[in-house]
């Protein structure tokens, strides 16, 4: 009994130096992100708004790109209210010859950029049978060559200046492959696979790169979304998922979350209780969470409806959707520029 007693006193011991190195090597890298500048692909509405309005809460200079020059204005206008400068440029970050422009740009402007936040992102509900190559080749191009872009473009003053953070907005999807959103998780798997080993790679320069895996999020995206097939129930369920409280995290909180381990340095951040608990699943599961999400997957639109055309969640609306089911998701559409 003593021994024992004795190995569980030495075990806590052993745990309690590690978490208190830990902890220490965490303040230790804390970086200031007071006068830096932070640049935050799809920055214009969503989780991109609602990254840019934490790190102008933190004295950043912002710099946000899209594609939409209205929606982009609409963002610059709200965060010219904050006490930070702001720089909103239009980009198409799948174009590599604009993404070299956008950051030219930026060096014009402030002669360098400290943070990349990749960001930039879309989604395409349905089923496999009416996900196209083009679908796929779509996702790829923004979820991944993006990334791909704007990191190669900054990496080489990052690397003379010695620091810098990248961080990389992927998906619990590019942990666990959910049905429906093939094109979408395949994308994000590549971007955690570029995002770990990039991190790896850069670490004896002096920059961090943060693998950022959220779940559902309360950002009014469905709106925008891409629905295929029977487009209105792949509408409902989706909105729906994305506004209850239990299984969506509100995208402000997400942002608060993100900026932190930003600052931190974290290696990966898994956003709200669901993911986190579905990710530990499947890693300790898997051959359960196939079966599981299998089920899940009887459960969803079969193909048919509008086929492999595309409409928007604006043009998908049904009893089901908008409604009292999706009150949250409607809030957060206004709160963060989704009109």
Known sequence: MTRQRNELLAL???????????????????????????????????????LAREFAHEGARIVICGRDPNTLNRAQRELATQPSQTLAIPCDVTDQQQVSQLIHTVYQHWQRVDVVVNNAGTITVGPMEVMTHADYEEVMNLHFWAPLY???AVLPDMRRRGEGRIVNIASVGGKLSVPHLLPYCASKFALVGFSEGLRAELARDGIHVTTVCPGLMRTGSPQNAQFKGRHQAEYAWF??????????????????????ACKQGSAEVILSLPAQLAVTLHGLFPELTARILAAAHQLLPAPGGIGVARATGKESASVL???????????????????
Do not use: C, H
């Open 12 to 50: 806590l011991t052993i745990s309690a130096g590690i978490w208190a190195t830990s902890a220490a090597l965490r303040r230790r890298r804390v970086y200031t992100l007071r006068n830096k500048v932070v640049l935050i692909t799809g920055g214009s509405r969503g989780l991109g708004l609602a």
């Open 239 to 260: 909105s729906i998922s994305d506004s209850l409280p239990f299984l969506s995290m509100d995208a402000q909180r997400a942002a608060r979350q993100i900026v932190r």
């Open 150 to 152: 704007t990191t190669l």
């Open 321 to 339: 959707s908008p409604s009292v089911l999706t009150t949250l998701g409607e809030r957060a559409a206004q709160n963060f520029n989704q009109g």
